[in-house]
């Protein structure tokens, strides 16, 4: 695969994809999340009031915080009204908006307004495109349910990269439903702007056996000669 945007590559950053606070607590104080991804799911599994979980998520994470509009929201009217309540909240919020005919006018009237729209469940680059277009400030490709129906969700993330760079397009590109480190490194080399990951993939990236043994074996030769 040929990559065609190394200002992308070197600048990869993350977000963490949760609206469990403690976990965000965590991955913030690692010092590498500069944003946090959540979605009606989310919220749902935590099984708090959303408007009540993001005000916390704001107190500790100082960067963009997407909030989504509620899942039984079709309407463009009502995408809009619910968007400019979530931006209310908060100056870092950004509205996640489904992919979606109604979902893109909802896209074009907040963006206007100056608000920014993180279109959500892309699984195409012309869904992107059309994202992009329409003033979405962020698109989110999903990786792993892409690989669930046999589809390469890094080679859809490349294609919008180069999309994007030959139309000189802005629109930053969210790698989402990251599920393993591997699809980190790949959407790293697809040329994603960002990865969205859950916390527990954040762990598993620090993870090695050989930075384990090191630290066993330095640990067994230092108290071999100084004792503990």
């Known amino acids: 695969m040929k990559y065609s945007n190394l200002r992308r590559i070197l600048f990869m950053r993350f977000f963490v994809d949760t609206a469990n606070v403690e976990d965000i607590r965590k991955a913030n104080d690692m010092g590498i999340i500069c944003g946090v991804t959540t979605n009606p799911s989310l919220i ?6 959303f408007k009540e979980v993001i005000k916390e998520i704001t107190d500790i994470v100082d960067g963009p915080i997407s909030g989504e509009v509620k899942a039984t929201t079709t309407d463009a009217k009502g995408m809009i009204e619910e968007g400019r309540e979530i931006a209310a909240i908060h100056p870092n919020m950004v509205v996640k908006i489904p992919m979606t005919p109604e979902g893109l006018k909802a896209c074009r009237q907040l963006s206007s307004e100056g608000i920014n729209v ?4 892309i699984f195409s680059a012309n869904q992107a495109l059309l994202a992009a277009r329409a003033g979405a400030a ?5 990786l792993g349910r892409l690989d669930d129906i046999s589809t390469c969700g890094t080679d859809v993330v490349a294609t919008i990269a180069e999309m994007f760079d030959v139309a000189e397009i802005d629109t930053q590109i969210i790698s989402a439903s990251d599920r393993n480190p591997m699809h980190v490194t790949e959407c790293a080399l697809a040329a994603a702007d960002i990865a969205t990951v ?8 620090t993870k090695h056996p050989l930075t384990d043994a090191g630290i066993k074996k330095f640990q067994e030769d230092y108290i071999a000669v100084f004792g503990e």
Request: hydrophobic letters at 40%; a positive charge; charged letters at 20%.
């Open 198 to 205: 859950p916390y527990k993939v954040i762990l598993q990236m």
């Open 138 to 142: 962020y698109v989110s490709p999903f």
């Open 118 to 121: 993180n279109m959500t469940l």
């Open 44 to 49: 749902a599994k935590e099984g708090r009031d």
